[in-house]
């Protein structure tokens, strides 16, 4: 009974998804990420967790798409429909035989991200691009595949240790709209337990119901009036090459 109201609010929730009453909604839409992939992303292209290939539906007209994805992540989480399965850390592919390395939102979710980077770096051709991104402040989530956070600079020294160059690495989120994310999605997550659990505590709903719409646009005011703080960001996204 539990699992099947938490189930329900997590269909209710998923309809809320692109309003201030989703515990997720200051994350906005991907528009931007897409933008850049089909702006950055050409010639042999691979996809790194390519899950459903949304990415081969971005490329520019010429490209040519390789899905690749973990089994027992892709296929038992997410359906994903690549066109290896393969670790990241041993790619199936032959040295400098790839313009472009797409990977987004993975880095976390690898046992191994320094061999990855590394076998990123030897399947690129010279000037090959990586487009990554990856979270920095935001839960576990698709536990228990999920291994680690790093700054900025630990993201960069794993980069540069890999030997590529960092061209651009910018925050994924502001400041202020990533204080209520977390706050929001704490709230949310909280709530969702109390529904499995059936606990007293669904009693305190109706009050997280109205927060979390209160911090999410509180929030999302922050960030256009305040400056946001370089310390604190959702995640990051990173442009490297190889010379």
Known sequence: ????????????????????????????????????????????????GCADRWIERQLPRGSEYIGLDYLATGKHMYGSRPDVFADASSLPLAGESVDT????EVMEHLRKPREALQEITRVLRPQGRLLLTIPFLYPVHDAPHD????????????????????????????????????????????????????????LLLPLTIVAIPVVNVIAWLGGRLLPSWDAITAGYQLMASKP
């Open 101 to 104: 390395v797409v990977m987004l």
């Open 1 to 48: 009974m539990s699992v099947c109201a938490g189930e329900t609010v997590m269909r209710i929730a998923r309809y809320l998804r692109h309003t201030p009453l989703h515990p997720q909604w200051l994350l906005g839409s991907n528009r931007s990420i897409v933008g850049w992939v089909a702006h950055s992303a050409a010639g042999r292209v691979l996809d790194i």
């Open 147 to 202: 291994y680690q956070r790093l700054t900025i600079h630990g993201l960069v020294r794993d980069v540069e240790a890999a030997g590529l160059r960092v061209d651009a690495l910018l925050p994924a989120l502001g400041s202020a709209e990533t204080a209520g994310l977390i706050c929001c999605l704490a709230l949310g997550g909280m709530s969702l337990r109390a529904v499995e659990r059936r606990s007293l505590s669904v």
